[in-house]
């Protein structure tokens, strides 16, 4: 899959670190979003990022 993908980190309600991640094709149309909990924030993993 070939695909241009923009993040974007947020704080969602105040109190979750989330990430958004945006997927273009080679046209430039978007094609999926995702969201997950960002992994900067996440203390199991700290220092992988």
């Known amino acids: 899959m070939q695909r241009d993908v923009w993040?974007?980190?947020y704080l969602e309600n105040n109190i979750?670190?989330?990430i958004f991640?945006?997927?273009f094709d080679d046209a430039g149309i978007l094609?999926?979003?995702q969201k997950?909990?960002?992994p900067m924030y996440?203390?199991?993993r700290r220092g992988r990022f």
């Open 42 to 44: 996440d203390n199991t």
């Open 36 to 38: 997950a909990p960002d």
């Open 16 to 18: 979750n670190h989330m």
């Open 7 to 9: 993040s974007y980190r």
């Open 21 to 23: 991640h945006f997927y």
């Open 31 to 33: 094609r999926q979003t």
